[in-house]
């Protein structure tokens, strides 16, 4: 082990902190200006989806940490699994539009088999545990409309389990390890999950054409992680019906 020099300092930065921050979200906005329209993640929390579209607010340090992380562990990622050499940022760019849905939607890759493609899907876990399908549900939504798009029964989802700890025999702590999942689903789930994604885009455009509360709250509530004062900039405009004033919500 190396003896560091006694007269070794080390301060902490914060002015520095502040503009690597900036610089930081301003490459993530730049990178999603572009989107226009109603996007297949509008629909997972359709009510989000309207008073961000409708009220935009900057990004937190917190969301420029957690989807700077995201964005480029997806491209090193999708460059592995798409064999390209070095890191192409633009690998999960491009997006396909379904007029029936009225919605665009990005799968991270597809792959072509027996003339269909095989949309897949790819995510970052903070979890320290295994997860169920019912913990991988968001995920699953997702994917499963990426299916709909491609009217595939058949997908791919990948998830990087950043905090797993390390299998016996592997040493102490934890590492990230890949899980990789074969999802499916028959037609008549397709079509059924078709005609919600339906409703749901039609809910939300109207919402976004009346900008009235009554169709607003027609709106599913968003899930309850993304919920609550301190989770969401839109809380006192919204103030979700049965969570508004509540101290669970509130704090």
Partial sequence: MLTLPKSLKVDRNTKAESKLVKRVKDWLERDSKDRKGIHASDLLDPRKAYYDKTNPQPMTARMVGLFFVGKVLHSFLLSALLGEKGTNW??????TIDKELGISYSPDWKKLWKGVNIPGEFKTNRSKYEQSTSDLKSYLEQELIYQVGEQ???GRLITLMLNLP???GEGWGTYPQFRCYDVSVDKSGLKEYRAQLIKFRKL???ALKTKKKADINK???CRDYKCGRSQCPHYNDCKPEGRFGLRKWDK
């Fill in 90 to 95: 633009k690998s999960d760019g491009g997006s």
């Fill in 152 to 154: 595939s029964e058949d």
């Fill in 166 to 168: 390390a299998p016996r």
């Fill in 204 to 206: 939300l455009e109207r």
């Fill in 219 to 221: 709106l599913p509530l």
